[in-house]
């Protein structure tokens, strides 16, 4: 008989009696559908929010904000500045045959959630005119936009879901009094859609300040990034540090997941630990339980190959099918959920997605597991002395 | 007790199954310390504010500041013993990415204030006669290894000097420490005055107020006039009792205990199979040796108490063990939070051990009912 054929009928004949231990088969499945599902959930969460914040920056952006800051808080921008980035080579040109650039200034205000009723800070992004042509992704899709020199605001669709008293009519109380929402914008869920905006000299005007927190332009195109970074860092009456909005964003969704990943590392070790070991009880049973077939099986002339494959796959088959318990229960209670993080300097609101990738990642990591916990039982099942097995039986 | 050998060696009878069940208990309670530990402690410091203390600042949010004239105001309400206050810096060490919590304080008032942060008088002393003088918080002075007259360059991320630079320099004079160990000392204070004498901008204003009260039972109503006193101006404040803000800010960073409470649910369902496997293992391989106890003149209560003994025997090792772990390497996790100074709450370790002895009496209640219900007669047949 060819190496193969023993092999996959080894393991044929001992999947056939796997009914047979499914109480001790029960402990690798609910354990891996345990780490996958928490692990699962956890990855979703982080994935999800540095997307939503990944999503805001464009490759044919650029974010201007004065040399060493670290983000558009530490970050200010005097006037005379504002007007010499403005007139840097390499931004677009929008209609009007202005430059597409906005110097922004970012205030934060408290609200209250819907969810819970807690309050939380949503940022307050004050903007120029020019902004539709920065940022062509922004829409109006309710009402209108705001007009400068009044104290109006509009407000993001995602930041209109999650908090009370901020729709179309109603009044925000800011630092100089109330200002009337008059729009609703959508930018494709990004993290400006958690946010109010308005004119940006307005807002400063009622907040008696003269410096911007940053300029964002849209450049002529993504190549002209290193033309205008150049203008700029070389030019001795600025001290600024400009970066491509893509990057921009993708240190602030490294720094958003640090905590979710610091929690994400020490669940998933504990977890995995705690289901190796599960693994390896319930195949050293499953092992012991067949001894007696598997000494008949090597005196009667079978290889320790068709052992060893048949107690692996039992482990993989058990793995996969607690993997994929574990991803229906991430799937069913987390998928599509809207989620709102955040601290008194604004909030970040977006939608949960248990995506195929991550799909994918959690049958590795049951695999692993169940590799694993395989592995070794697998061994000791290859290696049994025969005539002691049939002796002790 | 001279059962003990008797279940330590029912234990051992097959070792490699008890030392991986130990294993995955041990693993799954030191998740439970770990998660239950980190919202324990996050408990322990709302329970650790003072209710008899409120904090005001900018009602439409604090990134906001006050004016410090508020300050004489809200001293001529009554039921207010002091007023005190407080500015972030925003510092960092060396590197934008190091940063490092410093608050500016008038020490004088701050003193008073706080009674539950002590701060030896010779250091208040000190401070208010070195204008860049600093006090270093215990955990923090332990962390950084900084020590009384050390000179501590730090950047400010917000603030810049009137002067133009970015860098200040300050000296450490003296240290503050928590006796209760309840309050983190993670954090470097300066003097206000220096600081706002310096700073090129939003000077005369401060981040936040803390106002001591006579009693707990009228915060509500001082808290109203506090912030009537300023309505309809364009700083308009929001006061609350100290203990309310810190619940209010874990709660803005969204529902951490459901989280929590979802992991360990799952974790510990988990740990219901493998542990109630194991024993059921344990006692159908031993059913003959059952049966040799029985006939020895061991009682039917005796047996069954036999096997859930051995069950409560591994699962409370495996869980002191596991939680052992977790107040290891808790601290480290804390501080990671901003909690440095924080340890792992010692009712998370009672609630551990309890919850280790519950799950043992589950899991082995059925082949513990098996081992009481076994008849000699049959089992010694092998039937």
């Known amino acids: 008989m060819s190496a193969f054929r023993q092999i996959s009928s080894v393991t044929a004949m001992n999947l056939r009696s796997m009914p047979q231990r499914i109480g001790s088969s029960s402990v690798i499945v609910v354990g891996i559908a345990g780490v996958v599902a928490v692990m699962l959930s956890i990855f979703a969460l982080t994935r999800s929010l540095s997307d939503a914040v990944l999503a805001t920056g464009s490759p044919d952006r650029a974010i201007v904000l004065r040399a060493g800051a670290t983000g558009e808080f530490s970050s200010t921008l005097l006037v005379d500045a504002v007007a010499t980035i403005k007139d840097a080579p390499g931004i677009a040109r929008g209609a009007d045959g202005k430059p597409a650039a906005t110097a922004d200034f970012v205030a934060a205000v408290n609200l209250f959630r819907k969810e819970d009723g807690a309050r939380a800070g949503l940022a307050v992004r004050g903007v120029d005119p020019a902004i539709m042509a920065v940022r062509p992704e922004l829409e109006i899709v309710a009402g209108r936009s705001f007009t400068p020199g009044l104290r109006e605001l509009i407000v993001g669709r995602s930041a209109l879901e999650e908090f009370k008293d901020v729709g179309v009519g109603d009044s925000v109380a800011l630092r100089d009094g109330r200002w009337t929402v008059v729009g609703v914008f959508e930018s494709g869920r990004d993290a400006n859609e958690s946010s109010l905006m308005t004119d940006a000299a307005t807002l400063l005007s ?44 993708r240190r602030a969704s490294k720094d958003a997941n640090q905590i979710f990943g610091i929690v994400g590392i020490a669940v998933g070790i504990f977890m995995g630990l705690g289901a190796v070991f599960a693994a390896l009880n319930t195949m050293y049973s499953a092992v012991s339980v067949r001894t007696r077939e598997i000494a008949t099986l090597r005196a009667i002339g079978f290889g320790a190959a068709g052992v060893v494959v048949s107690v692996l796959v039992e482990a993989l088959l058990l793995a996969l099918i607690g993997a994929a318990i574990g991803a229906a229960i991430s799937w069913l209670l987390f998928n599509g959920n809207t989620v709102t993080l955040g601290d008194s300097t604004g909030s970040m609101v977006f939608d949960m997605q248990v995506t195929p990738a991550l799909l994918l990642l959690g049958v590795l990591l049951a695999c692993s597991v169940g590799f694993i916990g395989g592995l070794l039982p697998a061994v000791r099942a290859a290696r049994l002395p025969v005539a002691t097995a049939l002796r002790a039986v | 007790m001279k059962y003990f050998p008797l279940l330590w060696a029912g234990l051992w009878r097959r070792r490699g199954s008890t030392v991986l069940t130990l294993l995955s208990v041990i693993f799954a309670f030191a998740l439970f310390g770990l998660l239950h530990g980190f919202s324990a402690a996050l408990d322990g410091i709302i329970d650790a504010m003072s209710d008899t203390r409120l904090r005001t600042m900018s009602r439409v949010n604090i990134t906001q500041p006050l004016p410090l004239a508020h300050r004489a105001r809200m001293q001529t309400v009554p039921g207010v013993d002091e007023v005190s206050y407080y500015n972030f810096f925003a510092g960092y060490y060396q590197d934008r990415s190091n940063s490092v919590q410093v608050g500016a304080i008038d020490v004088a008032s701050f003193n008073v204030v706080y009674p539950d942060i002590k701060i030896e008088p010779q250091y208040v002393d000190a401070m208010l006669h070195t204008r860049n003088g600093a006090l270093v918080g215990e955990d923090l002075a332990a962390a950084r290894g900084w020590k009384i007259g050390d000179r501590i360059p730090l950047g400010s991320a917000v603030w810049t000097r009137k002067d133009g630079t970015e860098s200040w320099d300050f000296e450490i004079v003296g240290s503050y420490r928590s006796p209760s160990g309840k309050v983190p000392t993670s954090e470097l204070w300066i003097n206000y005055d220096y600081f706002d004498e310096a700073r090129a901008a939003a000077n005369g204003t401060v981040t936040l107020y803390f106002v001591k009260i006579h009693d707990s039972a009228s915060a509500a109503a001082i808290s109203e006039r506090i912030d009537g006193l300023f309505a309809n101006s364009t700083n308009e404040t929001q006061t609350q009792s100290e203990k309310d803000w810190v619940r209010a800010q874990i709660a803005q960073i969204g529902d951490i205990g459901f989280f929590v409470n979802a992991i360990i649910a799952a ?42 003994g051995e069950s409560v025997l591994l699962c409370s090792v495996a869980a002191a063990l596991g939680i052992g772990i977790a107040a290891v390497i808790s601290p480290p996790i804390y501080r990671e939070f901003g909690a440095g100074g924080l340890n792992l709450p010692l009712p998370v370790v009672a609630a551990g051990i309890g919850l280790a002895v519950v799950f043992a009496i589950v899991s082995a209640a059925v082949p513990a009912l098996r081992a009481q219900r076994l008849s000699i007669v049959d089992a010694l047949a092998g039937r």
Not at chain 1, 207 to 220: D, E, G, I, K
Not at chain 2, 290 to 307: E, H, N, S
């Open chain 2, 267 to 308: 974790v510990m369902f988990a740990l219901l199979f493998v542990t109630g496997n194991t024993m059921m293992q344990s006692v159908r391989a031993r059913i003959p040796e059952l049966a040799v106890l029985k006939t020895y003149g061991f009682g039917d209560t005796a047996v069954m108490c036999l096997v859930l």
């Open chain 1, 206 to 249: 009622a907040y008696q300040r003269t410096a911007v927190n940053s300029v964002t332009v849209r450049l002529a195109s993504p190549n002209a990034f290193e033309e205008f970074k150049t203008a700029l860092t070389t030019n001795p009456t600025l001290s600024v540090s400009v970066e491509r909005e893509t990057e921009f964003y």
